[in-house]
T-cell receptor, first 111, second 113 residues
Framework: DAGVIQSPRHEVTEMGQEVTLRCKPI?????LFWYRQTMMRGLELLIY????????DSGMPEDRFSAKMPNASFSTLKIQPSEPRDSAVYFC?????????FGPGTRLTVL | QKEVEQNSGPLSVPEGAIASLNCTYS??????FFWYRQYSGKSPELIMF????GDKEDGRFTAQLNKASQYVSLLIRDSQPSDSATYLC?????????????FGIGTKLQVIP
């Protein structure tokens, strides 16, 4: 079975541009998570969906960040406008019971 | 104060030795605990979970949980250079009807040939 799929794998953009990250969870998983990882802050939960419904978005840094899950097989994380401090690796993970399964991540660089 | 604490390391052990990775958590409501392995430039990979006090063994890995002391550990026996990675500890608790998971900063393990 395919694991969690994320695209793009790398994204380089300029400050002020809109960035959209995409995720396809493992089929049958009912929970989806978006994380951001940096050296300084480690792995931070941004938002958590359960059965396509956002449950906890307390980790979303500010209004520049938004996430959607229109169906069980697709989710997006959008940053508009992007800033250099948003540079990080963004992971999507899915889960059914115990434990989360991570995608390969998107390395975002905002110049 | 971070809810899940880990020493960032690096922890260096010789090949063949036992590597001991430790983690403490602050919320007594935490119910399940997970260890993830993350190679440099890769994504975290789930290697073990534990929810009952005591030990749980899987091959060369043993997870230990002591809820009274709020302490979780991962032992890696016969450490190999391929075990060199960052090991993330995570704690899960029921919050508002769903499982909230908090990760530690991770401990970098270096196995020296």
């Amino acid at each position: 079975d395919a694991g969690v799929i994320q695209s793009p794998r790398h994204e380089v953009t300029e400050m002020g541009q809109e960035v959209t990250l995409r995720c396809k969870p493992i089929s049958g998983h009912n929970s989806l998570f978006w994380y951001r990882q940096t050296m300084m802050r480690g792995l931070e939960l941004l938002i958590y969906f359960n059965n396509n419904v956002p449950i906890d978005d307390s980790g979303m840094p500010e209004d520049r960040f938004s996430a959607k899950m229109p169906n069980a097989s697709f989710s997006t994380l959008k940053i508009q406008p992007s800033e250099p401090r948003d540079s990080a690796v963004y992971f999507c993970a899915s889960s059914l019971f115990r434990g989360q399964y991570f995608g390969p991540g998107t390395r975002l660089t905002v110049l | 104060q971070k809810e899940v604490e880990q020493n960032s390391g690096p922890l260096s052990v010789p090949e063949g030795a036992i590597a001991s990775l430790n983690c403490t958590y602050s919320d007594r409501g935490s119910q399940s605990f997970f260890w993830y392995r993350q190679y440099s430039g890769k994504s975290p990979e789930l290697i073990m979970f534990i929810y009952s006090n005591g030990d749980k063994e899987d091959g060369r890995f043993t997870a230990q949980l002591n809820k009274a002391s709020q302490y979780v550990s991962l032992l890696i026996r016969d450490s190999q250079p391929s075990d060199s990675a960052t090991y993330l500890c995570a704690a899960s608790m029921n919050s508002g009807g769903y499982q909230k998971v908090t990760f530690g900063i991770g401990t970098k393990l270096q196995v020296i040939p």
